[in-house]
């Protein structure tokens, strides 16, 4: 019996016992084996990008496009670390890629990676549908941060960027549109003087929870989330999801 003779289900069976990166030159094939390759592929909501397997790829361009058509339509969280001497291209490519398939995002987290207004500023489309952000030690500015995160109205329920030790807190300036946020991890922001907060609180009617440890300014201004009748407590509950990680 030909292999295309088989029926869907057989089919199904038979791919099961073949890896990602074996799918996806599978889905090249013709248009069944792309059909039966993209039913696995739906099965994939949480996907990590694993670095060190991509760097060292010849066609990588190719291969990160065929990852982000194949998965993106349908992911729901997306996982990176790519390290601070991360090659510029390959980073772009990923911001890129991300910002053109990725279009029911729910979950973005990018840590350890150095993060411009060049890649901030397509990456600004996702806050759309972003539910969880967690920008932790991408060496953040405020201007650069600020810009991002006013682009756009939000639909934020958490936002993670500790780590960062240049901001200062001025991304909170005008910041208008975190209505519904309800977690905000700033721990390890040494320089952040949470005082520049003041303004922010008032419209961030939701925020349940702030992590400001190791501020430098937190001893002196920590009752800034019980003023005005607020009650903010002081720690955060971020989620925790399993990703699929590719050989």
């Not at 289900?9 to 599978?26: A, G, P, R, V, W």
């Not at 995002?105 to 500023?121: A, F, G, P, S, V």
């Not at 549908?129 to 201007?143: A, I, Q, S, Y």
């Not at 989330?225 to 050989?247: C, H, N, W």
């Amino acid at each position: 019996m030909d292999l295309l003779e088989l029926d869907e289900d057989s089919l199904m069976e038979i791919f099961s016992y073949f890896c990602f990166n074996e799918l996806l030159l599978l889905s090249s094939v013709c248009k069944r084996f792309l059909y039966i390759s993209q039913r696995h592929f739906r099965k994939i909501r949480n996907f990590e990008l694993d670095y060190r397997s991509v760097a060292g790829r010849d066609n990588y361009p190719e291969y990160l496009r065929n990852v982000f058509t194949s998965l993106g339509p349908t992911m729901e969280a997306f996982r990176f670390s790519g390290g601070y001497i991360m090659d510029e291209t390959l980073k772009q490519h990923i911001v890129d890629n991300l910002a053109a398939h990725c279009s029911n995002l729910r979950y973005l987290t990018i840590n350890y990676t150095i993060l411009t207004e060049q890649h901030l500023r397509p990456l600004a489309v996702l806050l759309a549908t972003l539910h969880h952000l967690d920008l932790g030690r991408c060496d953040l500015t405020d201007e650069s941060l600020g810009e991002f995160l006013r682009s756009r109205p939000l639909h934020l329920r958490t936002l993670a960027i500790p780590g960062n030790p240049n901001l200062l807190g001025k991304f909170f300036n005008d910041w208008t549109t975190a209505r519904e946020l309800e977690q905000l991890d700033l721990s390890c922001c040494f320089s952040l003087n949470v005082q520049e907060m003041d303004e922010f609180l008032n419209t961030a009617k939701c925020l349940l929870a702030v992590d400001v440890t190791k501020s430098l300014w937190l001893e002196r201004n920590k009752d800034i989330f019980q003023k005005d009748g607020r009650s903010i407590m002081l720690g955060t509950s971020l989620p925790v999801l399993e990703y699929y990680k590719a050989g």
